[in-house]
């Protein structure tokens, strides 16, 4: 009888890689959501830059709106002032 001897050969790096990769897969399989679950959240997440920039650009037009006010009264009193000025009539 002849013994039959498996020898046993050093796995390739080129093999070692690919188990490593199909490892790491099903490690972010686990990790990571479906296609369509991660286009919902950033579709969300788009959403939600968007309303914050119209909420900052609401308070901006307010802003805006309050200071034009402010000026076209101020405005408004130095024409009176200038008015009242050209009314009065020194002796």
Not at 43 to 69: H, M, W
């Amino acid at each position: 009888m002849t013994d039959k001897r498996e020898e046993l050969k050093p796995q390739s790096l080129e093999e070692e890689v690919e188990e490593l990769k199909k490892r790491f897969g099903h490690i972010l399989q686990l990790c990571i959501p479906p296609k369509e679950v991660l286009d919902e959240i950033k579709k969300d997440f788009i959403t939600a830059q968007v309303s914050i920039l119209k909420i900052f650009k609401t308070l901006l037009d307010y802003q805006i709106e309050t200071l034009e006010k402010l000026a076209s009264e101020g405005d408004k009193e130095n024409k009176e002032t200038k008015k009242r000025v050209k009314k009065i009539k020194v002796e």
